[in-house]
């Protein structure tokens, strides 16, 4: 079987096609020079053994004067099934309206399939001189760079086609997987786990309810109202035949923790969890819940968008508190927890964590078999989103880069998260002011008022 890679390199005229195509043959190829019409009039191939792999690369026109063959060329590519990678090549320099309309339009012709198979690729990095790539994306924090990069999962990569050294060629086919760190190396198959977020305010049973789940105690019991979990933990464990991974990360509205801490740990949630959860837990004591929970509930929609609610139930603990009444009689009669559950489109669970031996399989095995319903409900896939999705990507790309397919070390683990914060500084500035209005709403008994707060990493 031909395990041929096409590279096909897109773009605007003039940020360094022909170049790039160059580059990664090792030869020139391409005619390639700088003008401000399109040297390159027509689609164009050419191949090459580069590492031990055999490369075609497909250079193209000017996206903008070009766009119906291009597309018809990309989806013969995409329908043909064969290992292919775009690279949309975008030059350093400043964001134009142009490169806007140039990434929507290769948006529109490649479509999820062929985005999920794409690379940002920036041109020109002798002009970077002794700046990083990352700290050009960045130093506009009002810039389109970050969200552009979003658009590509967290997949981009810097060439300098004055460079003749192919170790960046070397880098990009690594990252991408299309390259293995050492003869045999990958991933070996696991099966698929069931990844689960517990959210909740501090005191509510959520560590105990992660130990209810797994079947041992795996967590620090949560037991008063000062949240023990201020670090984000995880565990995993066979229960009812499947692998389960249960994500306890400290309470969203646990004050000890300063939004540079808290980002950090809810950053650190998302990579314990990723490719992407199956379920969002929202941990609340039956008897007790408050508007707080409904906010919690709402924040965490702000953090991961629209569609988790797709994704998320209620899991009330303490169910020994109900005392002989049904938690549909409990839900009925409170306001805040018929919202709440509502919201969650009527999935909801009771546990009662201080239940051992059959009775407690008897409501782990209910409550996972609600998860699995509401899986199947959203076509048998995990929950991702932005978070979810630039995280598996900058995971995968430091597994495929270092060779460690078992696990990642810790400083690899700190790089990913600092990048991930820095990627989503915006959206944790906007998170943080509502976490403020709602503890100063709860300290005051009024409405919450907007303060603008200064969000850094450093």
Same mark, same amino acid.
Do not use: W
């Given at each position: 079987?031909?395990? @041929?890679?096409?590279?096909?390199?897109?773009?605007?005229?003039?940020?360094?096609?022909?170049?790039?195509?160059?580059?990664?043959?090792?030869?020139? +190829?391409?005619?390639?020079?700088?003008?401000?019409?399109?040297?390159?009039?027509?689609?164009?191939? +050419?191949?090459?053994?580069?590492?031990?792999?055999?490369?075609?690369?497909?250079?193209?026109?000017? !996206?903008?004067?070009?766009?119906?063959?291009?597309?018809? @060329?990309?989806?013969?590519?995409?329908?043909?099934?064969?290992?292919?990678?775009?690279?949309?090549?975008?030059?350093?320099?400043?964001?134009?309206?142009?490169?806007?309309?140039?990434?929507?339009?290769?948006?529109?012709?490649?479509?999820?399939?062929?985005?999920?198979?794409?690379?940002?690729?920036?041109?020109?990095?002798?002009?970077?001189?002794?700046?990083?790539?990352?700290?050009?994306?960045?130093?506009?924090?009002?810039?389109?760079?970050?969200?552009?990069?979003?658009?590509?999962?967290?997949?981009?990569?810097?060439?300098?086609?004055?460079?003749?050294?192919?170790?960046?060629?070397?880098?990009?086919?690594?990252? *991408?997987?299309? #390259? =293995?760190?050492?003869?045999?190396?990958?991933?070996?198959? =696991?099966?698929?786990?069931?990844?689960?977020?517990?959210?909740?305010?501090?005191?509510?049973?959520?560590?105990?309810?992660?130990?209810? !789940? #797994?079947?041992?105690?795996?967590?620090?019991?949560?037991?008063?109202?000062?949240?023990?979990?201020?670090?984000?933990?995880?565990?995993?464990?066979?229960?009812?035949?499947?692998?389960?991974?249960?994500?306890?990360?400290?309470?969203?509205?646990?004050?000890?923790?300063?939004?540079?801490?808290?980002?950090?740990?809810?950053?650190?949630?998302?990579?314990?969890?990723?490719?992407?959860?199956?379920?969002?837990? !929202?941990?609340?004591?039956?008897?007790?819940?408050?508007?707080?929970?409904? @906010?919690?509930?709402?924040?965490?929609?702000?953090?991961?968008?629209?569609?988790?609610?797709?994704?998320?139930?209620?899991?009330?603990?303490?169910?020994?508190?109900?005392?002989?009444?049904?938690?549909?009689?409990?839900?009925? *009669?409170?306001?805040?927890?018929?919202?709440?559950?509502?919201?969650?489109?009527?999935?909801?669970?009771?546990?009662?964590?201080?239940?051992?031996?059959?009775?407690?399989?008897?409501?782990?095995?209910?409550?996972?078999?609600?998860?699995?319903?509401?899986?199947?409900?959203?076509?048998?896939?995990?929950?991702?989103?932005?978070?979810? @999705?630039?995280?598996?990507?900058? !995971?995968?790309?430091?597994?495929?880069?270092?060779?460690?397919?078992?696990?990642?070390?810790?400083?690899?683990?700190?790089?990913?998260?600092?990048?991930?914060?820095?990627?989503?500084?915006?959206?944790?500035?906007?998170?943080?002011?509502?976490?403020?209005?709602?503890?100063?709403?709860?300290?005051?008994?009024?409405?919450?008022?907007?303060?603008?707060?200064?969000? *850094?990493?450093?």
């Amino acid at each position: 079987m031909d395990q @041929r890679l096409t590279f096909v390199l897109l773009g605007k005229t003039g940020v360094g096609k022909s170049a790039s195509g160059n580059t990664i043959l090792g030869r020139a +190829a391409f005619e390639s020079r700088q003008s401000f019409r399109s040297v390159t009039k027509e689609i164009s191939e +050419a191949s090459e053994t580069v590492f031990g792999k055999p490369i075609t690369v497909t250079d193209t026109p000017g !996206i903008l004067e070009s766009e119906d063959k291009i597309k018809t @060329r990309c989806d013969e590519l995409l329908q043909s099934g064969k290992p292919c990678l775009f690279l949309m090549a975008l030059s350093i320099g400043r964001f134009t309206e142009e490169d806007q309309k140039v990434v929507s339009t290769i948006s529109e012709i490649l479509k999820t399939q062929g985005l999920e198979n794409s690379y940002l690729l920036f041109t020109n990095g002798d002009t970077l001189k002794n700046k990083s790539l990352e700290d050009f994306i960045f130093e506009d924090e009002e810039g389109e760079f970050p969200d552009l990069i979003k658009t590509f999962a967290g997949r981009y990569h810097l060439f300098n086609n004055d460079d003749k050294d192919q170790e960046q060629v070397r880098r990009l086919l690594l990252k *991408s997987g299309h #390259l =293995k760190k050492s003869a045999g190396s990958g991933e070996s198959h =696991k099966q698929e786990e069931k990844r689960l977020i517990l959210i909740g305010r501090p005191g509510v049973g959520k560590s105990s309810s992660g130990d209810t !789940i #797994l079947g041992s105690a795996m967590f620090k019991s949560d037991c008063d109202f000062e949240s023990v979990s201020k670090k984000i933990v995880s565990a995993s464990a066979v229960v009812e035949g499947h692998q389960v991974k249960v994500v306890d990360p400290p309470g969203f509205t646990d004050e000890v923790l300063s939004p540079k801490k808290l980002a950090k740990e809810i950053m650190k949630s998302v990579m314990e969890a990723s490719p992407g959860p199956h379920a969002f837990v !929202i941990v609340v004591r039956i008897g007790r819940v408050n508007p707080a929970d409904v @906010r919690l509930f709402k924040l965490l929609l702000k953090l991961f968008g629209e569609n988790a609610s797709k994704y998320t139930m209620v899991l009330f603990t303490y169910g020994d508190e109900l005392r002989g009444q049904s938690v549909d009689q409990k839900v009925q *009669s409170s306001p805040s927890v018929s919202e709440l559950v509502s919201m969650c489109g009527g999935r909801h669970c009771v546990f009662d964590n201080t239940v051992r031996g059959n009775g407690q399989q008897r409501q782990v095995r209910d409550f996972l078999n609600k998860v699995d319903e509401m899986v199947a409900a959203n076509g048998g896939q995990h929950f991702t989103s932005d978070m979810f @999705r630039m995280s598996e990507t900058l !995971i995968q790309q430091e597994k495929n880069l270092s060779g460690q397919f078992d696990g990642l070390s810790e400083e690899q683990k700190e790089s990913i998260l600092q990048q991930l914060i820095e990627f989503f500084k915006k959206l944790f500035g906007e998170i943080f002011d509502a976490l403020s209005g709602n503890r100063r709403n709860e300290d005051s008994g009024s409405e919450s008022v907007p303060m603008v707060m200064k969000f *850094s990493i450093g």
